[in-house]
């Protein structure tokens, strides 16, 4: 069974769709690991949301959702104001405008996201949204796991291999203890590493390219698509 990994999709259906095509990506057999923000700003919120509704109530706990701080947005815009303006700000808008489209209430669906989790940990990895103040994920604060840019912006780190998205970056990068840096490219394969940290934010939304890590047999492999949904 390989594992696969993807982030920030922000909507981005089409990629998705592509990245996971090129990876294998079988609901069968495989696990599924998404890093957070399923929706905003890209032009197919509604359709993000329902494929990986319908893949997690097919995978079951082979499907692992994690929390991105968009989600965490749209959840409490709903009972908090300033939230929602935050949300606004952030191109919620274009989430509510996908919804609508397709006649779905979005606040009757958030049962759904309340059971996405802060982080995600097996042998391999500790897998969160926007990476690690605190070696031990379970010493962070959900602010810390959500929206913290220290780890993607260069503080060193020693522990357990973070896998992390959040913070664009051009190309999926690993991190080394020592913090070297090696850029994960398409076509390769390589060691999983047991310590450091990989960024995979490649910043699809932002015309750039969504990529998707598959972990199988101590190894990792890159795949990528570039941006095509301009709507």
Request: one cysteine or more; glycine letters at 8%.
């Amino acid at each position: 069974m390989k594992t696969i990994v993807v982030t920030d999709i922000h909507g981005c259906l089409e990629e998705l769709e592509s990245v996971w095509a090129q990876a294998g990506f079988d609901p069968e057999t495989d696990k599924l690991i998404c890093l957070g923000d399923l929706m905003d700003r890209g032009p197919y919120s509604f359709g993000v949301f329902d494929r990986f509704r319908s893949l997690k109530r097919k995978m079951g706990e082979r499907c692992i959702m994690i929390l991105g701080n968009h989600d965490d947005m749209m959840m409490n815009s709903f009972y908090d104001p300033v939230v929602y303006a935050r949300w606004m700000r952030n191109q919620g808008q274009t989430t509510l405008d996908s919804f609508e489209e397709h006649h779905c209430d979005l606040e009757k669906q958030l049962r759904w996201f309340y059971e996405m989790c802060p982080y995600y940990e097996n042998e391999d990895a500790i897998f969160v949204h926007a990476g690690l103040v605190h070696e031990k994920p379970e010493e962070n604060s959900l602010h810390d796991l959500i929206w913290d840019r220290e780890m993607a912006h260069g503080r060193q780190y020693d522990g357990k291999l973070v896998i992390f998205g959040h913070t664009e970056t051009e190309e999926v990068t690993y991190r080394s203890p020592d913090s070297t840096k090696l850029q994960l490219l398409p076509g390769e394969t390589y060691e999983l590493p047991k310590q450091g940290c990989i960024n995979m934010d490649t910043g699809c939304v932002y015309g750039q390219k969504l990529s998707a890590l598959v972990i199988e047999n101590g190894t990792i492999r890159v795949y990528q698509q570039n941006r095509k949904s301009q709507k």
